[in-house]
C-alpha cells in the first residue's frame, strides 16, 4: 500500500464525498488494518433534540462507511465495491453532545468478498470500543474496476425517444 493512499486518497474517500462530507466524516487514523473515523457531534445531526444523542441512522451509515475504508485498506488500495451485508447491533444510546468513532477491521479477503467487523463508540472513550454504542459485521463485493464501470450498461437518451 503506498503512503500517497493512506495520506491523501484514503482521507477524501473518508470525507470527500457529497453525503459524507454533509454528514462531517473525518479519517481519524489508520493502525495497520484498523480503520478509524470521526463525526463530530452537531445539533443537525441528533436524532432525538430532547436527549441531544446523534441519529441511529448516521451510527449505521458511520459503521457501513468505515467498514468499507477498511476493505480498502486490505485491499492496498481503490476498487470498486459495494456492502453485500450490513448487520448493526446498538447496545446503548450514545451520550449526548459527544463525537462518535467508529473503527473498523477487515479480517478476510476473497476473490470476490471482504469480510468487516466495525464498533462505534463515544471520542474520548478509556476503553475505546470496549464499551460500543453499536457493533457491525458487513460483507462487501469487489469489482474489477475496468469491466464493471457504475453506468456502463446505459445508453444515451435520444430525443423523441419513448419511455
Known sequence: MSDTFLTEILPQLAGGAAHT???G???ESVEGQIVRLRTPWREDLVGDP???VLAGGLVTTMLDH???LATWVALGGFQNIATLDLRVDYMRAARPK???IAEAHCFKVTRNIAFVRAW???AGADDGPGDPVAAAQSAYVITEN????TGANL???TEGAAR
Open 50 to 52: 430532547d436527549t441531544g
Open 155 to 157: 445508453k444515451p437518451r
Open 120 to 122: 462505534a463508540f463515544e
Open 146 to 149: 475496468a469491466s464493471h464501470r
Open 98 to 100: 459527544t463525537d462518535l
Open 25 to 27: 466524516f473525518r479519517l
Open 66 to 68: 468505515v467498514g468499507g
Open 21 to 23: 462530507q454533509a454528514l
